[in-house]
T-cell receptor, first 114, second 113 residues
Framework: NAGVTQTPKFRVLKTGQSMTLLCAQD?????MYWYRQDPGMGLRLIHYSVGEGTTAKGEVPDGYNVSRLKKQNFLLGLESAAPSQTSVYFC?????????????FGQGTRLTVV | GNSVTQMEGPVTLSEEAFLTINCTYTATGYPSLFWYVQYPGEGLQLLLKATKADDKGSNKGFEATYRKETTSFHLEKGSVQVSDSAVYFCAREERGSARQLTFGSGTQLTVLP
């Protein structure tokens, strides 16, 4: 079982370059999320989606865009990378089943912007 | 706003020592509470959860009790092992439509043999 798969695992970008991070889940989950993890700050929500064709802003959406054209994929785009976007990015998915929904996380993408 | 405050690390313990990692949350509504664990080089995975006051979540020897009166969800383990070395995150689930999680800052635990 693959679960949640993120591509790529590592990337170095120059300031101003663009890139897309891919998240794929094979659990038929409705909800998908993109978080960034920075030292001493835990994980912060960038964007999320509650279903195919829908997206919404999280806590720190500036500088990022997302798309959910297929239920199993959630793409995170950086149009013009900045050093402040150096971080580890995690995708997660879940399906709400009452209270206390478990989120399943990918292994992360380590992005460095120089 | 909604927030989760977690004990700062790093925490270093000897094997078989008692572990407590403190976590408090803002009392907006009645959120579900979680502890997630992140082993080196991996994503987060659910360790335990509690969905209402006085619930106790438990897994792999870890426990945490949902304390409404103190707005706390402290993680405990009676005897840690080297394999418990990881980063531990306390989190609350927002009751809105998206069920997104708000995380604490994480606590790095190192257990020495």
């Amino acid at each position: 079982n693959a679960g949640v798969t993120q591509t790529p695992k590592f990337r170095v970008l120059k300031t101003g370059q663009s890139m897309t991070l891919l998240c794929a889940q094979d659990m038929n989950h409705e909800y998908m999320y993109w978080y960034r993890q920075d030292p001493g700050m835990g994980l912060r929500l960038i964007h999320y989606s509650v279903g195919e064709g829908t997206t919404a802003k999280g806590e720190v959406p500036d500088g990022y865009n997302v798309s959910r054209l297929k239920k199993q994929n959630f793409l995170l785009g950086l149009e013009s990378a900045a050093p402040s976007q150096t971080s580890v990015y995690f995708c997660a998915s879940s399906v709400p089943t009452g209270l206390g929904t478990e989120a399943f996380f990918g292994q992360g993408t380590r992005l460095t912007v120089v | 706003g909604n927030s989760v405050t977690q004990m700062e690390g790093p925490v270093t313990l000897s094997e078989e020592a008692f572990l407590t990692i403190n976590c408090t949350y803002t009392a907006t509504g009645y959120p579900s509470l979680f502890w997630y664990v992140q082993y080196p080089g991996e994503g987060l995975q659910l360790l335990l959860k509690a969905t209402k006051a006085d619930d106790k979540g438990s897994n792999k020897g870890f426990e945490a009790t949902y304390r409404k009166e103190t707005t706390s969800f402290h993680l405990e383990k009676g005897s840690v092992q080297v394999s418990d070395s990881a980063v531990y995150f306390c989190a609350r689930e927002e009751r809105g439509s998206a069920r997104q999680l708000t995380f604490g800052s994480g606590t790095q635990l190192t257990v020495l043999p």
